[in-house]
């Protein structure tokens, strides 16, 4: 699995980019979502696997034994995970209001605040 | 000379509340503090003119070296004493040329500002400062160009002037920042003695490049010489005082400065010999051109500009000294020709050369300041000019290979100035008429009288060259030659070859203004050579640096959102393939294939399950089914976070992820079908990009994964957990005890974006708001 992990990671990247490229407002709500998926998992990864033995210290000893899992990037991913909820329901929310107001769901009908007037 | 500037300064900015106090009389201390200073200086001149230098320091920014340093020998005593005095007439002419003008408060501001940044940049003994006083300078030019702000042709020459000396401004900077390099102090009086230090340094051809461009702009060399005709915009006084006597001749005053430190080698010689030949014939012919008075004077002032700088290229002892003594009789008698274009201008309403005629009658004294000062312009005798155009004339006949170019050049210059000196001293005033231009407004002593005294100082100088101006000249070409300098100045030489010769272009600059009128009409055969021109060019430059920046900036900042994540990711992708690509670690990927003899059965379906639901999700057309399968890889996710021992964050990512599938099938449920936006090319080039960086962020984990993690961290919340935070989970003790302030971050963070989702369910948009 080691091995086969980050060839999985890349195809996530992968799909949630081509996700966030399309020009569907919904389809970028997805690739959000699998891209922060694909982003902790990269975390994951680096901060190395331990098969089994999870970050917790047992009921009769003072200090961890090995092995455990690194409880960094553990929580680290705790974190990141709520916080991209935080965002995922902010877009979600914002995307319904942008569809009641301009009755689109298209991200290039919503480009008119970057553009400049032409020089004359 | 620190108190001089800074009293400048705060005068400058006080100028448009004593407007409002004292109305009409704010040109009494406007006029009182150059005069003031003036005076002060002559009070140092002594000194000086005994051959001491004389410095004075304040500390400005010592961690970099740099000081408010001052430093006063013959040269800056001549200009500073030029821009002065000069500027006590300007301060008087101004008040009555713009006489209950409304804004005469500001134009105070502007004026004062402009002489103290003058008189710093000629005091400055620290090259730094020089740089500073000189933008200084070109700003309140601009502003005073622009001074009648509600015309666009103000408003653009103002903008050109600007552009151009801001350019040069910009070179400036770099020569002198190199220069200091190369002299390896900032300091004016040190590096005057470090010359060959400086000429013989690698530096020296880049920054000699730089300087001589902000020289060129400053003092409208060729090409550059088109802005000064356009900055005739400005209200005469400017004219007269900037862009004649004193701004114009920074250039100048920059190259004299520098020769000690830069002059001397055949680059510097030849560029400003020929740059200054080039301007000088350019700007005497382009007068010929011209019946407005005041272009026709600025086009005289290129012109002489042009032999100011050919003279110092050519740095003989004579060079310097007919360099000096025309600077200072080309500010007098320019100086009071622009005064007299303005008396005329304001006075008949119009400054057309071929409309202006007989108003000796009516205009007296201001005919009297115009014929003096045509006939030191023409140099006749005994006017302070005829010592300047003989000694210009002796420079330039002296022995060297380009002895009868320099000569025909100065030559042909001087006779059109004779004819110019003719027109406007002789021909709009004293020549006889019928019918003679008729005053809208009589003329006024505060217009008439500085003129005529600048015009009589121009006769006292020349009746008088021995008295207090030969030794401040002598200073002054010390400056720049480094050697004691002995000349005396007189009238009378003698019949010689250079009387002859002035003789001569007296004569021929008569010729030239009686056929005036014919050599007007080629005027027009000529504007088609226009086009070319510098000026033209300039107008190119501008328009298609608007035009491209517009493109550029609708290209790069174009609003469409993929496009922006297009290009950081791309970045993202160059960055990491470069810095791998560099002496990089290899990947090996042989000594991984072990671990493939550890993969379970579940580990393999789990794999399976999230690339066939990847799969499903780019196939499928529905928002409920795409949300379903969302469900799917996030549930995946968390159970090999379970596999790996993390158990909290594969519960975490379980509620997280049922919650974001509840909440997406709420709110989004009364969502259109969603279609296929991208066109096809698009779509390949994405696809392109999406797989090469999901191919990058492979290759980085493997990369990482062949080296052993160093962490101290996980050892040490290990030990600690039970025995300091007192909690056996050890990724629990961590959020709540260990890093406890970064959880309350993240709540702060829900808690924003709780606030958002409120505010945005809450917002109701009215009908007509704009969105």
């Known amino acids: 699995m080691e091995f086969l992990l980050p060839f999985l990671i890349g195809i996530l990247f992968s799909a949630s980019l081509y996700l966030i490229l399309h020009r569907h407002f919904f389809k970028l709500i997805l690739g959000l979502i699998l891209f922060s998926l694909a982003t902790n998992l990269f975390l994951f990864v680096i901060g190395r696997l331990t098969r089994g033995g999870s970050a917790i210290i047992g009921q009769d000893e003072n200090v961890a034994v090995e092995p455990f899992a690194d409880p960094v990037p553990q929580a680290l991913l705790l974190t990141a995970i709520v916080i991209g909820f935080g965002i995922q329901s902010f877009t979600i929310v914002l995307i319904k209001r942008v569809y009641q107001s301009f009755g689109t769901t298209d991200l290039d009908d919503m480009n008119t605040t970057d553009q400049i007037e032409e020089h004359h | ?59 400005w920014a010592p961690s970099l070296n740099i000081n408010l340093h001052f430093f006063l020998d013959g040269l800056s005593l001549l200009f500073a004493l030029l821009i002065t005095g000069f500027g006590t007439l300007i301060m008087l002419y101004a008040g009555g040329y713009l006489k209950g003008h409304p804004l005469l408060g500001r134009f105070y501001l502007y004026l004062t500002l402009f002489m103290t940044a003058m008189l710093g940049l000629v005091l400055a003994g620290n090259i730094m400062a020089i740089f500073v006083f000189w933008e200084l300078t070109s700003i309140s030019s601009y502003l005073l160009i622009g001074f009648n702000q509600d015309k666009e042709s103000s408003r653009s020459s103002a903008l050109q002037a600007l552009l151009v000396t801001g350019l040069g401004g910009l070179a400036l900077m770099g020569g002198l920042i190199l220069v200091g390099m190369a002299g390896e102090t900032y300091t004016l009086s040190e590096l005057l003695e470090r010359g060959d230090l400086v000429t013989n340094h690698a530096l020296y051809l880049p920054a000699l490049v730089l300087l001589l461009l902000g020289a060129f702009t400053k003092s409208a060399q060729f090409p550059f010489h088109f802005w000064l005709p356009n900055a005739m915009a400005a209200p ?63 086009y005289t002032t290129i012109s002489a500009l042009g032999l100011l700088v050919t003279m110092t290229g050519i740095g003989t002892a004579p060079a310097m000294e007919a360099m000096v003594v025309f600077l200072l009789a080309h500010a007098l008698y320019k100086g009071t020709l622009f005064l007299v274009a303005g008396n005329v201008d304001h006075a008949t309403g119009t400054r057309d050369l071929t409309q202006l005629t007989g108003l000796s009658g009516t205009m007296r004294y201001t005919s009297i300041a115009a014929l003096l000062a045509g006939m030191s312009m023409a140099g006749i005798l005994p006017f302070f000019g005829f010592i300047g155009k003989e000694l210009l004339y002796e420079a330039s006949l002296e022995e060297s290979p380009f002895r009868w170019i320099l000569f025909a050049m100065s030559f042909f210059s001087g006779m059109v100035f004779v004819a110019v000196a003719i027109a406007l001293g002789y021909g709009i005033f004293w020549r006889r008429s019928q019918n003679p231009t008729p005053l809208q407004h009589p003329d006024k002593p505060l217009l008439y009288l500085p003129p005529v005294i600048l015009a009589s100082a121009g006769l006292v100088f020349g009746l008088l060259p021995g008295f207090f101006v030969t030794p401040l000249l002598r200073r002054a070409s010390e400056a720049m030659l480094g050697v004691e300098q002995t000349f005396d100045l007189a009238l009378w030489h003698g ?10 272009t007296v004569l021929l600059g008569y010729v030239v203004y009686r056929f005036s009128n014919r050599l007007l009409s080629y005027a027009s055969r000529f504007s088609g050579l226009y086009l070319f021109g510098p000026a033209n060019l300039y107008q190119l430059a501008l328009r298609g640096f608007m035009t491209g920046a517009t493109k550029i900036t609708a290209t790069i900042q174009n609003g469409y959102l993929r496009s922006y994540i ?68 996030g549930y995946s996710a968390s159970l090999f976070y379970i596999l790996f021992g993390a158990p909290d964050v594969a519960a975490t990512q379980l509620l997280i ?80 005890d260990f890093r406890a302030f970064d959880t309350l971050g993240e709540i702060v963070v829900l808690a924003v974006a709780a606030i958002g989702i409120m505010a945005m369910l809450k917002l109701r948009m009215h009908k007509g708001d704009k969105p």
């Open chain 2, 657 to 736: 992820e049922t919650l974001t599938v509840v909440i997406f099938v709420l709110i989004l449920h009364k969502l259109p079908v969603f279609k296929y936006l991208s066109h096809a090319t698009e779509r390949y080039k994405y696809v392109t990009l999406s797989l090469t960086f999901g191919a990058v962020m492979t290759y980085v984990i493997l990369i990482v994964k062949q080296y052993p993690l160093d962490s101290q961290l996980k050892a040490y919340f290990g030990q600690g957990s039970f025995l300091l935070g007192k909690g056996r989970n050890i990724v629990n003790v961590i959020l709540v």
């Open chain 2, 1 to 59: 000379m620190f108190l001089a500037i800074l009293a400048g300064f705060l005068l400058a900015f006080a100028a448009p509340l004593l407007h409002r106090w004292l109305g009409k009389w704010v040109v009494v201390p406007m006029a009182l503090l150059p005069f003031t200073i003036f005076v002060y200086l002559l009070t140092l001149s002594p000194a000086v003119l005994a051959g001491n230098n004389l410095g004075e320091l304040q500390a």
């Open chain 2, 236 to 298: 005469t006084p400017v004219s007269a005082y900037l862009h004649s006597a004193t701004m114009v001749k920074a250039g100048v005053y920059l190259l004299a400065r520098l020769t000690p430190v830069m002059g001397g080698t055949d680059e510097w010689q030849y560029t400003l010999m020929i740059v200054g030949g080039i301007t000088t014939v350019l700007g005497a012919l382009l007068a010929t051109q011209h019946v407005d008075l005041k272009a026709i004077l600025a």
């Open chain 2, 566 to 633: 297009a290009a950081i990711i791309t970045a993202h992708i160059a960055l990491v393939v470069l810095s791998l690509w560099e002496n990089g670690p290899r990947l090996e990927l042989g000594n991984n294939l072990h671990l493939l003899s550890q993969l379970r059965m579940y580990e393999i379906v789990l794999l399976l399950m999230i690339v066939s639901a990847l799969i499903f999700l780019f196939k499928s057309q529905s928002r409920l089914t795409s949300i379903a399968i969302m469900g799917i890889v």
């Open chain 2, 495 to 504: 019949f010689t070859l250079a009387l002859g010769l002035s003789v001569l």
